[in-house]
């Protein structure tokens, strides 16, 4: 079974966002006459989870390649790697009960690093995978977690994800399973961290970067309909742009990283009733695991106050 595979050049960390009028999500330069490794020894990556200290109802998501980690900052000898996911330290194991493992996916090591810069908790876009901007414009851990992934996966094996995290699929209508400006930025950036020659765009479709077709039908079994997918994708398409709007007058110096998390979650909490009515009382709860009425929160406000005091 062939598992993806790149080159161990791309560690080097670049500074994120000293504006943040980068328009364009960056992809990994190679040097012109670096070799391409071919074979390297598959590693388990472990996902973790915890619930927000301010939102248990929400949980951050990270990577590492050991397991448990008993101190914060994480030991980073001896080969240790730690994807912070655009958060902070968290301890697993009997050190902290409240982390949980999703899973411990075989994964490719090197690739992982060269998508996602380890043991860097800055503001550094390689720590992102890429993601630029701001935090929560194009992406939040969620999506930092499942970039750093995509080293699990094969051409048998779609990679693992950070699915079944409490928030999940609220983010996921927000920014999708891998988020970014440009789902051709992120293709580049795997295909830039992988010696094998591969289709990456008919990798990443059947890897569903949105609310698929699929899901759909799994989650409403015979009350499946052209019409409430279409509607789906309506309020979807509707959240983002007004997100996107709302990320606008961030860049331009009319909101703060704070405000414009508060306005999204309000957004997202608005737009709930809409979305259980096409879903369904039942298939709504089964997806978001939470009420309708019930407020929840997607950005987290102290991650998105912590931004606003690095600008």
């Given at each position: ?105 075989e ?17 550094n ?46 983010s ?13 930025a ?29 899901k759909?039908?799994s ?31 961030v ?61």
């Amino acid at each position: 079974m062939k598992r993806l595979i790149l080159p161990l050049f791309f560690l080097a960390g670049i500074g994120f966002f000293t504006s943040c009028e980068r328009s364009a999500e960056k992809a990994v330069n190679n040097p012109p006459n670096a070799d391409p490794i071919e074979t390297t020894t598959p590693d388990t990556l472990y996902a973790f989870a915890r619930p927000l200290d301010n939102a248990k109802f929400l949980d951050h998501t990270w990577v590492m390649n050991y397991n448990p980690n008993s101190v914060c900052p994480p030991d980073t000898s001896n080969g240790k790697k730690y994807w912070y996911c655009w958060g902070v330290c968290h301890k697993t194991g009997d050190a902290d009960p409240s982390s949980r493992l999703l899973g411990s996916p075989e994964g490719n090591l090197v690739m992982a690093i060269c998508i996602t810069t380890p043991n860097d908790s800055t503001s550094n876009v390689d720590a992102h995978g890429g993601i630029t901007s701001f935090y929560a414009h194009y992406g939040v851990c969620h999506q930092v977690a499942n970039r750093t992934l995509m080293a699990s996966a094969t051409d048998s094996t779609p990679p693992f994800t950070v699915s079944a995290a409490k928030g999940y699929w609220l983010s996921h209508l927000l920014y999708g399973t891998y988020g970014g400006k440009s789902a051709s930025a992120w293709n580049d950036r795997v295909a830039n961290c992988s010696a094998e020659s591969i289709n990456v765009e008919a990798r990443m479709a059947a890897y569903d970067q949105d609310f698929s077709q699929n899901k759909m039908k799994s989650l409403l079994g015979d009350d499946f309909s052209e019409e409430k997918m279409n509607g789906f994708n309506r309020v979807r398409d509707n959240i983002r742009n007004q997100k996107d709007a709302l990320a606008e007058e961030v860049i331009a110096g009319n909101m703060s990283v704070l405000e414009f998390a508060n306005a999204v979650n309000q957004l997202v909490n608005d737009s709930l009733p809409t979305l259980e009515m096409i879903l369904g009382n039942e298939s709504f709860k089964n997806l978001y695991n939470l009420e309708s009425s019930a407020p929840t929160m997607v950005i987290d406000t102290a991650l998105a106050a912590r931004e606003d005091a690095l600008r």
